[in-house]
Structure formats: structure tokens, C-alpha cells
């Protein structure tokens, strides 16, 4: 028998009271980058073909600031398995991922986190999707709650109607809930629904923590926060893509590069969002400003790496282990400003 029993620490709501929860996401396209996940599917047998390359991202997020390990079962439902024809995976994929993060959660004292995500298969006009749905996460939050998570994160949710039926299973199983929503072009659910009606919705039924993830990046994500913090009376959770996108092209889909020509497909999502990716100043600076209007669950999503989430801890005045390896330009031989450098190679510096 599986002993699920945890040495528990301060709760998510406990944490949330006592300041801000970062949470470190974008697994996927970091395990793509590193070459153990295919980008297109996304779905994650990284976890039964490679589990140290899993837990290893696990614990370098842990070490750059994260207060929550969060079991990589992103696209690891039945659907997005029989969409690759592995769905005798199922299972295994599921108890192997909770397993993993939590060996990284129990040793550094994280908060440990299931996941569920949109299903593909949710149709609001036919009941028949939202059984299958409601069915799907069924499974995976049953194996998360019998791997004793803290909480589950139910989140990249565009119907709204999708996110509260995860919720209602989430809560129905004890536990608490962060469900966050993805937003494309225009500012409003898939139903057409205000951000910050469908977020009193969620929050009313009883969502720990309400708010948005992925899709946008911190510049046409940062607009849409401060009208759901004011329609909700829960912690508001924004997790952003580390892209540079803007007011003309608001998500990391609807980027576009015209000047190059080698793009297989005519857009750089997902595999060529390079020239577009935020530095860790552009990210510290949303986690400050997302903090001021009142978010309180804070982190990134799709295209996230170690370095992100250490600006991120950093901006919120904390030093994880990370901080030791902090950029300290003075000690650079060219460009430093320590009296101990050779003039010249500081007079050198100047033809870099």
C-alpha cells in the first residue's frame, strides 16, 4: 500500500495570508529545448522516458525560488495520449509524475501540486464532451489526491464553463484549487465571458485562488489583472509567458517574425520564440508591478527557466540558494568596476 502521508508545512492559504506563493510552470518547453519532449503533442512521456531530467527541473526551480513543485501532468490526460497512441500510459505517466514531484517537494519542504488542464474535448453545447471531460478529471485528481498533493492546479482553461466543472471535481475531492484561465486575442473567455465575471464565478465556487496563465506575456497580461483582483475576494494568481508580446499580436501564438524566412510554418510559436523571450529584469519587473495591483499567486508559464524564477523570488525581496550566483558585474575582467582589474583590459573594454 502507497503511504501518501506527508510532513505537512504551512498550507497554500496559510502561505497566501502570510505574503506571495511563486510558483514555477513551463515545464513542457523546457524539457522540449533540452531535447526529451516533442513540441507540437507536448505530451509529457519526458516522464517515464527520462525521470531524472524531470526531477532535476524540479529541483533546479526549487533552487531558484519556487515555492510549489508541480507534478508535470500538463497534457498528460487521456485525451492528448490516445491523440499519440500511447493511452496504455495513462496511468503510469500520472502516479510516476505525482512520485517524482514529490520526492523534490518532501525534500526541500515545497508545497506539492497536481495539475489538470483543458481537456480538447470540452464542447459547451454538448453535455456528452463535458461527461467525458468531468471523467477525465476524475482520473488524474483522484491519482493526485492519492499521492496526497497540497492543492491541485487546474489551469490554461479558455472555457470557463471547463474551468468550473475541474473545479467542482477538485473540491469534491478535498482539496483546494488554484484555476487559472488562458486568454487569446480578445480579453474574454471562450463563451465570451469578462474576465471578471468568469473569475467571480470560479472564485464563488470555491476556488482557493483564481486568475490567468499562458498565452499572454507580462506586458498584455499585466492590464487585464487589476479588474479581477477588484471582482473577487480570493488570492489572484497571474503566470505569464515569458514573451515580449504586445497590443498588435497580445499572445505568444499571434507573434510573428516577417523578416525571417526560415520559419517551417510562418510563425516562430513554439519553436522559434527565441528572438522574443524576456530577460530576467523584463520579468522581475511584472513580478513588482503584478504585486503592486494586488496579485498574490505569482509566476510564468511556457518558455519559464530557473534563471526567470530566481529574478521573479528576487523582485519579491527574497534570496533563494540561486541568489549565491547572482551577476556580479564588478569582477568582469572588460567591463567591471573593481579597483583590483588591469586598466588594460578596462581600457579594452571599451572596443567590445
Known amino acids: 500500500m502507497t503511504d501518501t502521508s506527508r510532513a505537512r508545512g504551512p498550507t497554500l ?12 510552470e513551463g515545464y513542457v518547453f523546457e524539457l522540449e529545448r533540452r531535447g526529451h519532449l516533442q513540441a507540437g503533442p507536448f ?41 499519440v497512441g500511447k493511452n496504455g500510459l495513462l496511468e503510469d505517466l500520472n502516479r510516476q509524475a505525482l512520485a517524482l514531484a514529490r520526492e523534490v517537494a518532501d525534500e526541500s519542504g515545497s508545497l506539492l501540486a497536481g495539475n489538470v488542464c483543458n481537456t480538447n474535448v470540452y464542447d459547451p453545447a454538448d453535455r456528452g464532451t463535458q461527461t467525458q471531460g468531468r471523467a477525465m478529471f476524475e482520473e488524474q485528481v483522484g491519482w493526485a489526491a492519492g499521492a496526497g498533493v497540497d492543492f491541485v492546479i487546474g489551469e490554461t ?7 468550473l466543472l475541474a473545479l467542482d471535481v477538485i473540491t469534491g475531492a478535498g482539496l483546494p484549487a488554484v484555476v487559472t484561465l488562458a486568454v487569446g486575442q480578445q480579453p474574454e473567455t471562450r463563451e465570451g465571458w469578462a474576465l471578471p ?37 480570493v488570492p489572484v494568481a497571474a503566470l505569464p509567458v515569458p ?10 501564438q499571434s507573434l510573428r517574425e516577417p523578416e525571417s524566412r526560415s520559419l517551417p510554418d510562418g510563425r516562430p510559436f513554439p519553436t522559434a520564440l527565441d528572438p522574443f523571450c524576456c530577460n530576467r529584469y523584463e520579468v522581475a519587473d511584472f513580478a513588482r508591478e503584478a504585486l503592486a495591483v494586488g496579485v498574490r499567486y505569482l509566476g510564468l508559464c511556457c518558455g519559464a527557466a ?3 524564477v530566481r529574478s521573479m523570488a528576487e523582485a519579491l525581496g527574497r534570496r533563494p540558494p540561486a541568489s549565491r550566483y547572482s551577476a556580479d558585474m564588478s569582477k568582469h575582467v572588460f567591463l567591471g568596476t573593481d579597483p ?13
Not at 492559504?13 to 514555477?24: D, Q, S
Not at 527541473?57 to 507534478?71: C, M, Q
Open 43 to 83: 505530451v509529457p512521456t519526458v516522464v517515464l522516458d527520462h525521470p531524472g531530467q524531470v526531477t532535476g527541473l524540479h529541483r533546479d526551480l526549487v533552487h531558484a525560488g519556487s515555492d510549489v513543485v508541480e507534478a508535470l501532468t500538463y497534457y498528460a490526460h487521456r485525451e492528448k495520449l490516445r491523440a
Open 157 to 163: 482553461f479558455r472555457y470557463a464553463g471547463e474551468a
Open 197 to 233: 465575471d468568469a473569475s467571480r464565478r470560479l472564485a464563488s465556487g470555491g476556488a482557493s485562488v483564481v486568475g490567468l496563465n499562458c498565452s499572454r506575456g507580462p506586458a498584455t497580461m499585466l492590464p487585464l489583472l487589476p479588474d479581477v483582483v477588484a471582482a473577487v475576494d
Open 340 to 352: 583590483a582589474l588591469a586598466d588594460v583590459n578596462l581600457a579594452y573594454g571599451e572596443q567590445l
Open 13 to 24: 492559504v496559510e502561505r497566501l495570508a502570510a505574503g506571495p506563493v511563486l510558483c514555477a
Open 243 to 252: 514573451y515580449r508580446t504586445t497590443a498588435d499580436q497580445p499572445t505568444f
Open 306 to 308: 530557473p534563471h526567470h
